[in-house]
């Protein structure tokens, strides 16, 4: 008998932690942003049950019942769980691509991809498209989260990149295309694996047939496809074939983007039947890079070294040891003036942004990248706190098409959530310290 008890003691303590978990609560005091864009709602009261959120309001209009438990979010700035709708779970900030494609697979779906997943929940970070990795590892991970497995943000996954011919080394998680057969064939593939969304590189190195065709494809298995838009020729094919969003600024150095690029782009925006024209332009990994360069106490944070093994925290630092001799970055400084142009010139010709960061490529972490877009965006390129909220909460879920489930702080909707000590609209980057997050109702910080 007394060999059961401790065992007892064990499983009345697990049980007693899983109903805390699924215990009513409401969130009490602060200000809430909700997602929709209107007058925040101040003393803001949101009612939990489970999940999901059951009511919304605030201390002179909704009474908080005795059996809920009380979360103080006085003092804070509350809102929806932050969207970054492209991140990649496979790398860290390890600036040694090659190598780390060679040296890291086997840790892959175990070690890596979660510890990723569980650092962006933890800076706030509740839904991420992950766009491009390889396809098995992309499904299990997860597959494993939304099973409640393992802690991470919930993940959109695309599997494998798609484009012309992959890289040597790096078959596993990028797919060639040879011919119009082949690329819908890929296609089926991955529609049948279960992937969320396409990921689509290099078009311009396609035929006009075989980007037509992937597009074509995808949308036949009510899959979207995300484009890259590096190159002018990218962008003007991936928009004749009718993909559905579009990401990064651009390789280049050019100023701007061509006038007969703009002018397309102005056409699709002001075609409403096709909806809004998506675009994440992933801008603080560049915009930030001398200062970083220049600056380095940020790289030792220790909060990107959560989930991973003390081996590859120090692989990835010794990688980047000489920040200012990767020749991932050397053509950033001549870059760097284009960007506040290019996304001036999206936001002039009615494209809707995304937050986006192509957080986990050297020195970026996905414990930090998301907040640092935001900061850009607002800080550097003078966009309303708003606008750059919404980017990463409302428009993310619509696009996405779970804007039923998530995206808004609304009754009936998953209890994503997140609070920030501050004012949010008045000092954006508070964000790089979120306080306290809810995914689904659980509370994970």
Known sequence: MKNLIPTFLFLFVVCMEGLAQNHKKALVGGTLIDGYGGLPIKNSVILIEGEYIKEVGSLATLEVPKDYTIISTEGMSVLPGLWDMHVHT??????DYSYWDKTYPPLLK????????????????????????????????RDAINEGSIPGATLYVSGPFIQHSPYPGTEDFRWGVNGADDGRKKIKKLAKAGVDVIKLIDQDKMTMEEVKAIVDEAHKHNLKVVAHAHRPEEIRRALMAGADCFEHTGLSSAPSYPDDIMQMIKERTADMSQGPLYWC???????????????????DNDSWHRGLPDSVITDIKNSFAHPDRLPYFQLTPSRKPTLETKVKQLLDAGVVLLIGTDSGIPMKFHSQSTWHEFDVWVNKFGIDPMYAIRAATYWPALWTGVADKVGTVTPGKYADIIAVKGDVLRHINILQDVDIVLKKGKQYK
């Open 281 to 299: 332009p992933t801008v603080e990994g560049l915009y930030n890079y001398e200062y970083l360069r220049d600056n380095q106490e940020e790289l």
């Open 90 to 95: 496979m790398i860290n900030g390890h600036a």
């Open 110 to 141: 175990d070690v890596i991809m979660p510890a990723s997943a569980e650092q962006l929940l933890l800076a706030g970070v509740t839904s991420a498209r992950d766009l491009g990795g390889p396809l098995e590892e992309s499904i299990a991970v």
